[in-house]
């Protein structure tokens, strides 16, 4: 009986029902405010693609995939090459996502990996380049959500890292005679990651009480949501807070530091993950 009062409390007064437990500072899951999830990571999830990982943080679940393809340089950039990043959210991952063109969350979470993607120098995109104003690499980076529990944002930067960490490239080499690229296929390389970003992201309750990794119902009972995404020598990469109330100063300085032990952890689990796949070989 007390149980079946507990589910509807939680049905008819979510809002007041999380309140209950943060006034006792911890969460309805049982974890601490600023205790994240239990992270996942595996690698050549995908056999098909040329780099591939999937994590998960609690229930939440992605995958990514990277495939390279040869083309022209932009023109305005003719000795770089170009990543493409692109969030999927399709109906299988929760039922607040519907069928057909991309919806606002999954357009604004790929603008994001892109804008983290350029603010962090994670690759450098000359060496993408094969031939200035021929020929470069075009990485197109899928990210698909299997499954919806929140904080998606994190999670896509941690597949987009491994993934790339786990992407080999074929050696391709332009015939002076002919003036084709010629692809070695039984020669890869490794992609040289330049830095490792690492997202944190955070949820407001109440305009006071900041919690980490909120799970989907954390987030739609929020007043404001915050990633902060800092890189593994502590610096900020990127700051993104779509609305909702204001941060004080030293409030925002708490996240950022909670950002960097969690940049930490994550670079460890990414580093630990991809030294065993070596061993393993």
Known sequence: MRHELFCFFRTAEPLEYHRSFLKENCRSDGRELGEF????????????????ALVKIGNTTVIC????????????????GYMVPNVDLPPLCS?????????EQAQAAS?????VIESSDLINM????????????????????????????DACIIVLLAALKNAQLSEVTINK????????????????????PVGS??????DSIIIVDPTAEEESLSTALLTVVTDE????????????????????????????????????????VIESTKTAK
Request: proline share 6%.
């Open 126 to 153: 000359e060496e993408l380049c094969i031939e200035k104003s021929k020929l470069c690499w075009v990485l197109y980076c899928d990210i698909m959500c299997l499954d919806y529990d929140g904080n998606l944002l």
């Open 37 to 52: 999830r239990p992270t996942t990571l595996n690698i050549s999830s995908i056999s098909t693609a040329d780099g591939s």
């Open 177 to 196: 005679e002919t003036d084709l690229a010629e692809v070695d296929i039984q020669k890869k390389k490794p992609l040289k990651i330049n830095r490792l």
């Open 233 to 272: 020598e502590d610096r900020l990469c990127a700051v993104h807070k779509p609305g909702g109330t204001s941060l004080s100063g030293e409030k925002l300085q708490h996240c950022i530091n909670r950002a960097i032990t969690r940049n930490k952890e994550i670079s460890k689990l990414v580093g630990k």
């Open 95 to 103: 039922s607040k996502f519907r069928p057909g063109p991309p919806g």
């Open 111 to 115: 603008q994001f990996i892109a804008d």
């Open 65 to 80: 995939g990277i495939k390279a393809e040869l083309t022209m340089p932009p023109s305005d950039a003719p000795n770089k």
């Open 201 to 206: 992201s955070f949820a407001v309750f109440d």
